[in-house]
Nanobody, 115 residues
Framework: QVQLVESGGGLVQAGGSLRLSCAASVSIFRNNVMSWYRQAPGKQRELVAASTSGGTITYAESVKGRFTISRDNAKNTVSLQMNSLKPEDTAVYYC?????????WGQGTQVTVSS
């Protein structure tokens, strides 16, 4: 059974930084996409950043230049470094693994940015 365990959420003031981490219970060395999504109250879940095992990285326009996704295939982890945080970044952040056509989700971690 694939499990994703997130950590690193919390409360931060606007302009601050947080780092989220996600550990997978399976190898992420090849043929997968690891992503971070977020869902704010009353809004749909949206893609924040994605990293393929082939090396392609994409970001939502709203976070470009502020967030950085990185993966450590040896440790089966993916991280999201979030800088210059804004109140509109407040949401529950979810780690996602797309592996062999199946989506797996973490439990979510709350990020709250105060103004």
């Amino acid at each position: 059974q694939v499990q994703l365990v997130e950590s690193g959420g919390g409360l931060v003031q606007a302009g601050g930084s947080l780092r989220l981490s996600c550990a997978a219970s399976v190898s992420i060395f090849r043929n997968n996409v690891m992503s971070w999504y977020r869902q704010a109250p009353g809004k749909q879940r949206e893609l924040v950043a994605a990293s393929t095992s082939g090396g392609t990285i994409t970001y939502a326009e709203s976070v470009k230049g502020r967030f950085t996704i990185s993966r450590d295939n040896a440790k089966n982890t993916v991280s999201l470094q979030m800088n210059s945080l804004k109140p509109e970044d407040t949401a529950v952040y979810y780690c996602n693994l797309l592996l062999r056509g199946v989506d797996y989700w973490g439990q979510g971690t709350q990020v709250t940015v105060s103004s």
